[in-house]
DNA sequence: TTGTAGGCGTTATCAA
DNA sequence: TTGATAACGCCTACAA
């Protein structure tokens, strides 16, 4: 039976303090407090006094416990730190805000260990669905397990993973790294290198891919001695920024920001300059690109976007547990500036008509 | 009185299931799952048999609810698309993790409203302790009551606030304005403007203090015709600088990073060039900043420092509440490149012996 | 419209 | 060493 008496008066007021200071019940507090339930404007008024007085929170926790719904989304990022995330958790964060939902925020930085605790914390904490961009590695059979048992929600951000992916927001990766590299190709480069992501990572492939294919269209050759692996850290960017530019290239695709901040520090060590020597296109946009030189030419991806529409995603799986699984792809968008040196390019040779399918930027 | 029988199938199983199971006593499962009380070898591998048998996963909010304590802490910031907060949020969550602790993130936009009603989210979800980084505006009476009624400790980041810092941490601010200007100075400008926080914010007031100062010991003049008061975001930077800049100031210390990203978009839109046209000593310091030309000469703030000590600082609290307060200062360091121009300086003028105290970068 | 009492899943206090 | 059982604070049938 649950005490009825006032409890510890320089704790936290309960419902009972405050059904006893108004003289009814707790049902009534807990209706008046939900508006549910028509309670007589009488005792409305006493209750809504006595929660003023004794300055009365609804317990949360108790509430979830209760209810068996926490109100909470679980999400988990690579790490917070790598600019890219923090755009994407706030959309995720203004989203599940507009539904009433909160955000817990876990990072797993890529390694398999951290995300399988986090992942347990946050089934423990009863987290009513989750946001998930994977780890570079395979679940471990006990994830997998856990996983299966569990009949939480899960929408993939960013990354997808065949074992898991019903649900999933991601970006066009394919389409962005092909463009990119059409780009390169039109601003006259024929020697393109590739400074990738994981491969073992499904956007990491997607770029790979789109890369190879956009060389086969334009009719240029794939050379393997001109692609690098990296892990989208600004060190992989930087070692391979070495190597790549050591074999000449004209033209380069780096596959996301913190690689080309890396790699056109190595260009910078090398004394190889961008665009002259070497043409460049990255992924992904940021305001303070503008002071860089030379200026980035890149593929912006919908960061806000991805986070914002997971969590309307991941709500409707809430809502509706059994529906198709669904990916939603969002579309990248090409930002021609100077770095892949189409403008060099274009002083060159002025007798090519003008170029479609490009967003130049004012 | 609880259920003691197998509840529904299809949902997690609970301690009862496992009592159940292994043919004990809920305080024997307990006993086993937290380690405590010792429980003979028999019983205890019978309960671990269930509990992988059950996957059974502790409660964490059931548990949180009876132990009183959630081992959660909530975080306000401004806004985690900042570039500044990321860091310090990873610092705070590393810190947290350290400790057996999480973190609940939440945005206030450096709006009262919504930091109240952050606030009051984390205090309903009973969170152990709160970081905050105060808004600019002054709390509302009933955020002053529920923060006196409440006993939950508060620690304040980077900002403090006179009606309720007894604990926070903080970056020496005055002392990082001041060498700003007088690396200004050093560098032979003479007619220097600021380009401000916000003064009702305390680390903007103490930047303009130590603006102020440095103008003094210099034997500047203060012109309030070359003080822009802005609110730390891109926009008010660009328009801060357009209004400054038509001053012709020869030398500009902009009090944040993102300030000065809008700052020299206008500039560049003026025609006016650094630090040919006039010096600039930016706040704040990203591995990036090697790409922008010119090269920013910058305060750095220790942005991991100031979560991750916050969080020690909090835990402390947490566990003996009726400690003193305590400020703890963390000191920033002066990064010396191009944008101050002080190699132009050098250039003109070589009879000066070498300055000390200034970190040249390499 | 309002009240009663059981249940949510733990921990913790007393007994046994 | 174990087991009952009362909290923890809220929701919600079911009754009145």
Redesign the pocket.
């Known amino acids: 039976?649950?005490?009825p008496?006032r409890?510890?008066p320089n704790?936290?007021?309960?419902?009972?303090?405050?059904?006893q200071a108004a003289?009814?019940?707790?049902?009534?507090?807990?209706?008046v407090?939900?508006k549910?339930?028509?309670?007589?404007k009488?005792?409305?008024e006493r209750v809504e006094a006595a929660i003023n007085e004794l300055h009365?929170?609804?317990?949360?926790?108790?509430?979830s416990?209760?209810?068996?719904r926490t109100n909470t989304i679980g999400m988990v990022v690579p790490d917070i730190a790598n600019p890219f995330f923090p755009t994407v958790v706030r959309g995720a964060e203004d989203a599940a805000q507009k539904h009433g939902y909160n955000l817990l925020l876990c990072n797993s930085d890529d390694i398999l260990e951290k995300e399988e605790s986090a992942l347990e914390l946050l089934l423990s904490k009863r987290v009513d669905g989750i946001l998930l961009t994977k780890t570079a590695q395979d679940f471990t059979p006990s994830m997998r397990r856990m996983i299966a048992e569990v009949n939480t929600p899960f929408v993939l951000l960013m990354r997808t993973y065949p074992k898991l992916t019903k649900d999933a927001v991601i970006t066009d990766d394919y389409k962005g790294a092909y463009e990119a590299v059409c780009q390169l190709a039109r601003a006259g480069h024929r020697r393109i290198g590739l400074m990738g992501g994981p491969l073992k990572v499904s956007n990491g492939k997607a770029r790979w891919q789109g890369f190879r294919d956009a060389l086969e269209v334009k009719g240029l050759a794939y050379d393997p001695e001109l692609v690098m692996e990296g892990d989208y850290r600004i060190e992989s960017g930087y070692r391979g920024g070495h190597s790549l530019l050591s074999r000449r290239p004209d033209g380069v695709y780096v596959a996301n920001y913190l690689m080309t901040v890396g790699f056109l520090k190595a260009a910078d060590e090398m004394g190889v300059r961008c665009p002259e020597d070497f043409g460049l296109v990255s992924f992904d946009d940021y305001p303070w690109l503008a002071l860089f030189r030379p200026r980035l030419t890149t593929v912006e991806l919908p960061k806000y976007q991805v986070g914002f529409e997971a969590v309307e995603l991941l709500l409707e799986k809430i809502v509706a547990p059994r529906r198709q699984g669904v990916v939603r792809m969002l579309m990248p968008e090409l930002r021609v500036r100077d770095s892949c040196g189409f403008r060099l390019h274009m002083e060159k040779s002025r007798s090519e008509g003008p170029v479609s399918g490009v967003n130049s930027e004012s």
Chains 1, 2 share one sequence.
Do not use: C, E, W
């Not at 936290?12 to 059904?19: N, Q």
């Not at 003289?23 to 209706?31: D, G, K, M, N, Q």
């Not at 009365?56 to 509430?63: G, S, T």
């Not at 416990?65 to 068996?68: D, I, N, P």
């Open positions: 039976m649950a005490n008496r409890s510890n704790k936290a007021a309960s419902i009972y303090d405050v059904a003289r009814v019940s707790v049902f009534t507090v807990s209706a407090v939900n549910k339930s028509h309670v007589g009488k005792l409305r009365y929170r609804p317990n949360l926790l108790a509430r416990l209760a209810k068996q």
